[in-house]
């Protein structure tokens, strides 16, 4: 498995995080993070359960409210916008959740034209279903187009969540656990279709997961958060090559697996 | 940050340690706010026209056999107990007038009520509790939708048109059940019994239960759109949600029929 090429650190930042800080009740979860995202790079967040990974990136779309910190998601920090210019924001920002979350009362067809009849009113009927066609067609779905979501494999279910995300055409992309409870071979058709969105929609994205080979397949750039801290950041190789037994530990734990 | 909207408007974890009664004021706070944005949001465009006739007709539609059977039983069964007291006075054929002033004023707006928070308010509790807990409302609301919008105003719009005309159908079900059970015993004519039943109810009566059956209907549809949008703890948190929308409606549905029948008593001369 080859690495993808590093980040270009000259581009465009489209998110930058700074002093960023989360509790829950007593547990604090993030601690004055750090970080940026570049245009048109993978960067993978990687670490253990629990450690605040999904926290992050549901502040970045306005899910969660930070307790302090900057939150700049292409130029608008989230932590102080108006409810009116979040949801515009959060037209360029796609979602692709662990679970799907489809909605399991439509079909394939109704999900992806949920957002589509939402926020693009003036699109005749036939556009939208060409576009939501093309959509599926692009996932290597379109068969499945008037089934039900509980008809679906759960890497269907993904495609049709990643498919449905892409539909609004955002800037940027957020992965949160995109091959959580896959197999193997799954898991590599996901990575796979994680890199064609990118190439093909030109997307800067976020990958959440503890999956080293989707971090390795898919990572222009990782970020390992330790302890609510992005502690080491660089290429795959950079992050792991380290004494750190906390990450010697997580790469061990996977190679295992 | 504004878009709280989304969220609960008190963050409950930042609070240290609330005592009960202070939980029951922020848990009446959040109520006050999730009413508040009804009202606020519900009325506007963009409308969900679409989504508010199917929610129609799950509620109204679906619920038409259990209202049915439960409306004619019940004026049956009124008709057959309160007979041997009138007999006693020699005033059976007051029947028709007692059961139609029974059924308007209080029988049908409650009996609906009741099964309807039994029947939808789970259904609407479960429904959204699901939804919460598997990330569809979140997933709805990145994709720049409102989903409070799509689900919650629908759901209570809904109910509170259904909820009447349902009240109305188990008045007038329930009067063909008396019919037959004083056509058998009495032999009163149709023409008759219809003539002695509206002569007996007052605009009053049909404007009281209206009103008492569009607060329930809102009531229903609030209370199951509360507890399933605001449930959490996995499938637990959805089964309480289901729970809870039924015992809390029907509670208020009692509460609200003691208040209005003081109410409108007002209002009436004898």
């Given amino acids: 498995m080859e690495q993808k090429p590093p980040t270009n650190k000259n581009a465009e930042r489209v998110v930058e995080i700074r002093g960023l800080n989360k ?5 604090e979860v993030l601690k004055h993070v750090d970080l940026d995202l570049y245009k048109g790079e993978n960067l993978v967040v990687l670490g253990k359960s629990g450690t605040g990974k999904s926290v992050l990136i549901k502040i970045l779309v306005g899910l969660l409210k930070p307790d302090s910190g900057r939150v700049l998601v292409l130029g608008n920090n989230v932590v102080d916008i108006s409810y009116k210019e979040l949801l515009a924001l959060r037209l360029k920002v796609g979602f692709s959740f662990q679970n799907s979350a489809l909605y399991d009362s439509m079909t394939v067809r109704e999900n992806l034209e949920f957002p589509l009849v939402r926020n693009q009113r003036k699109l005749t009927r036939a556009e939208k279903k060409r576009a939501v066609e093309e959509m599926l067609d692009a996932v290597g779905l379109l068969k499945a187009i008037n089934q039900m979501p509980s008809e679906l494999s759960g890497g269907q279910r993904k495609r049709i969540g990643i498919a449905r995300t892409l539909i609004l055409q955002p800037e940027i992309m957020l992965y949160d656990e995109p091959t959580a409870g896959l197999d193997p071979i799954t898991c590599l058709d996901i990575n796979g279709l994680i890199n064609e969105v990118q190439e093909r929609f030109h997307t800067s994205s976020i990958v959440i997961t503890h999956d080293l080979a989707c971090a390795k397949e898919v990572g222009n750039r990782v970020a390992m958060l330790l302890d609510g801290k992005f502690e080491r950041q660089g290429t795959f190789s950079e992050v792991f090559d380290t004494d750190d037994e906390r990450v010697k ?8 697996q | 940050m504004n878009n709280k909207s989304e969220q609960s408007p008190v963050d409950h974890k930042t609070v240290k340690a609330p005592g009960k009664l202070a939980r029951m004021f922020l848990s009446l706070y959040d109520v006050g706010q999730f009413v508040t944005r009804f009202f606020k949001e519900g009325f506007l465009p963009p409308y969900e026209g679409r989504e508010l006739i199917n929610q129609c007709y799950n509620i109204g539609y679906r619920s038409l056999l259990l209202i049915s059977t439960t409306g004619l039983i019940t004026g049956m069964v009124f008709t057959k107990q309160s007979r041997p007291s009138l007999a006693e006075f ?22 609906t009520g009741l099964i309807a928070a039994g029947k939808v308010g789970s259904s609407i509790g479960a429904e959204l509790g699901s939804m919460r807990v598997t990330e569809q409302i979140d997933a709805m609301e ?36 008396a019919f037959l059970n004083v056509t058998v015993n009495e032999g009163t004519t149709m023409e008759a019994f219809v003539q002695d039943s509206l002569e007996s109810i007052t605009f009053l009566d049909i404007i009281a239960s209206t009103v008492k059956a569009v607060i329930f209907g809102f009531t229903i549809g609030m209370v199951g759109c509360y507890q399933g949008y605001n449930s959490s703890k996995g499938t637990e948190g959805v089964g309480k949600a289901a729970n ?18 003081q109410f409108f008593a007002l209002f009436r001369t004898t």
Avoid: Q
């Fill in chain 2, 142 to 177: 990145v994709s720049a939708t409102n989903p409070f919008k799509f689900l919650v105003s629908t759901r209570v719009l809904a109910a509170t048109i259904t909820i009447p005309i349902l009240t109305f159908y188990t008045a007038l079900v329930g009067m063909l059940g």
């Fill in chain 1, 23 to 27: 509790s829950f009740g007593s547990n």
């Fill in chain 2, 244 to 261: 809870s929308s039924v015992v809390i409606a029907m509670f208020l549905i009692f509460l609200e029929e003691v208040i209005s029948v």
């Fill in chain 2, 90 to 111: 020699g005033a059976t054929s007051w029947l028709p007038s007692l059961v139609a002033i029974a059924l308007l004023r209080t029988l049908a707006p409650l009996l």
């Fill in chain 1, 249 to 256: 530990t997580f790469y061990e734990y996977n190679f295992i």
